[in-house]
């Protein structure tokens, strides 16, 4: 009797897991499961809004209610006692939750072989047989398994989409071609995968090519990064050598300049190193976009190579050009240490500046892009004051020196050569270098939002001192109705929305000097393209009205 119940096991498994039934439940139409097993496929249809069995796929309106079977579950008990019955063997060939399941298996399925790009279908091995056997199938197009078959179907006529539309720019079927593409540049989709596989490779060709102008870059800064290194270091034992000489008059200095020759050292040494990484990572995205590129063209599926071309074709924009400056600011540090031997006592009054502008920063190895967004600009920030030496007796400086506001009365300033004696101006306190960003707020009549050299003579005639009136000023003059840009005596009318706000954005090495009107949105005034060859130094002039006030605002 065990016996025969061994060899009649299949009778007592469930169709869904293939297992032997595990608290069986039977449907209206007489087929039982297991509880989970069925209640899993219910949950699934609830979305449906109607059920079927899995076996006769007779339909329910409603849900049905499942109710155990206690003699199928007694029949199933009593055949786990009278006999040992093996576990099922694991199968491997069985479709998970992140395999392409075959389209023809019935209960739990089978993981799929191929997919047929003309039944729209997928097939485990048994299920695709007939496609290396049958005349008519043998001519359908079979690629590797994929789940994205439903995509190559029309989603309005259940066609299968085998036309292009090159006039939309997307893949159709027969029937869209004679409805919402009439009369549209339409052709098949295996000849325009054709014509954009030729396109590839040409794409291909340009990133092998760039990535070959990269390499020589790559060799190019290696070259200049060990360059820079054997200069620092020659310049450190020649500036120890002259430095020895008069160590007990300069014995100060000594380490201040020492120290300064290592930041340079390690400034250059880390630029070039920094442009050497970033084109290494470029040849490095180049090479993933070409592997990406490859596996593309080697696609048999004509939809999911058209569907994937756009997003890979458009290649970024390379990094521009690169120009090496000579490392001449190693001797030249070494030059202006021999001449504090000469001359001690100037060097200690004013000569240590020419040994602090020797160590001025270059220009940035690689341009470097302009901030597109107001969060871009303010990366840059710089918090700035007004320099009390500076302002005009009849400024009132607060705020911790951020604000400036027009009075009355004189204020109780000492006797400065550098302060302005003419127009209510006052520079910042603080220089300008490399990439700065700062806005000015301002209420009254105007305000003239100035950059300018330190050197301006602020005591002397109108045509020295007033910002925009020199070639040492560039001046924007906000008023209430309108604005206008000034240099070396040249006014320019300018165009924008009117805002109590104004931002300033310098590329001190680039030359670049652009004005914003800060409101909900910015918006560019005016944009300055020229050569900067001295430090600059943000100013404020206020109009004449008393109680005018501008500020320079706290960004951080």
């Not at 990439?435 to 050299?453: F, I, Q, S, T």
């Amino acid at each position: 009797m065990a016996q025969g119940i061994t060899l009649e096991r299949d009778k007592f498994c469930c169709s869904i897991c293939m297992d032997l039934l595990n608290d069986p439940v039977t449907l209206a139409c007489g087929h039982s499961y297991c509880m989970r097993c069925i209640k899993d496929r219910l949950d699934k249809e609830d979305k449906q809004g109607f059920y079927s069995c899995p076996q006769c796929s007779q339909i329910f309106i409603q849900r049905p209610v499942l109710v155990k079977n206690n003699m199928l579950a007694f029949v199933v008990d009593e055949l786990k006692r009278a006999v040992q019955v093996p576990a099922a063997p694991a199968d491997h060939n069985y479709a998970g939750p992140e395999d392409v399941s075959c389209d023809v298996c019935t209960g739990r399925k089978l993981k799929a072989f191929k997919s047929c790009l003309q039944c729209l279908a997928s097939y485990c091995e048994k299920h695709l047989q007939p496609h290396y056997d049958v005349a008519p199938l043998k001519k359908h197009k079979l690629v590797e398994a994929t789940a994205q078959l439903q995509e190559n179907i029309c989603s309005l006529h259940q066609e299968a989409m085998k036309l292009y539309c090159r006039t939309d720019q997307r893949c159709i079927c027969y029937l869209c071609s004679k409805d919402d593409h009439k009369g549209h540049n339409k052709v098949s989709a295996a000849a325009e995968r054709a014509e954009r596989q030729r396109d590839l490779g040409v794409t291909r060709r340009k990133i092998q090519q760039r990535i070959q102008e990269k390499e020589k870059d790559v060799k190019l800064f290696q070259q200049e990064e060990d360059s820079a290194n054997h200069s620092a270091e020659d310049a450190l034992r020649n500036t120890q050598r002259v430095l020895e000489e008069t160590v007990r008059v300069i014995e100060k200095r000594v380490s201040d300049v020492k120290e300064k020759i290592k930041s340079r050292q390690k400034t250059e040494v880390g630029r070039y190193r920094n442009v050497r990484e970033k084109l290494q990572q470029e040849i490095a995205e180049l090479r993933r976009k070409d592997a990406e590129m490859k596996k593309l063209s080697h696609t048999e599926d004509h939809n999911q190579f058209l569907h994937n071309y756009p997003s890979l074709s458009a290649l970024s924009e390379s990094t521009s050009s690169i120009n090496i400056r000579p490392l001449r600011y190693f001797e030249d540090v070494t030059a202006a240490v021999s001449e504090l031997r000469d001359k001690l006592q100037d060097v200690l009054r004013e000569k240590w500046t020419n040994v602090s502008l020797t160590m001025t920063e270059v220009d940035v190895l690689l341009p470097q892009p302009e901030p597109k967004t107001r969060a871009d600009f303010l990366r840059y920030s710089r918090e700035i004051t007004l320099d009390p030496n500076t302002a005009n007796i009849y400024l009132l400086l607060s705020e911790g020196n951020r604000k400036a506001t027009l009075m009355s009365q004189q204020q109780s300033y000492s006797s400065h050569p550098d302060r302005f004696t003419v127009y209510y101006q006052v520079l910042s306190r603080e220089s300008l270098t490399g990439r700065c960003y700062w806005e000015v707020e301002w209420r009254g009549d105007g305000v003239h939002v100035a950059v300018a050299y330190k050197n301006i003579s602020c005591p002397g005639s109108l045509s020295t001192c007033e910002f925009g009136v020199n070639c040492k000023t560039w001046m924007l003059d906000c008023h209430k109705t309108s604005y206008k840009f000034k240099h070396n005596n040249v006014q320019t009318p300018v165009s924008g929305p009117l805002s109590s706000r104004v931002g300033v954005y310098l590329d001190h090495s680039a030359g670049i000097l652009s004005f914003y009107s800060i409101s909900e949105t910015m918006t560019l005034l005016h944009r300055v393209q020229t050569t900067f060859t001295q430090p600059l130094y943000a100013g404020l002039r206020l109009y004449y009205t008393y109680g005018d006030i501008a500020e320079f605002c706290k960004l951080k």
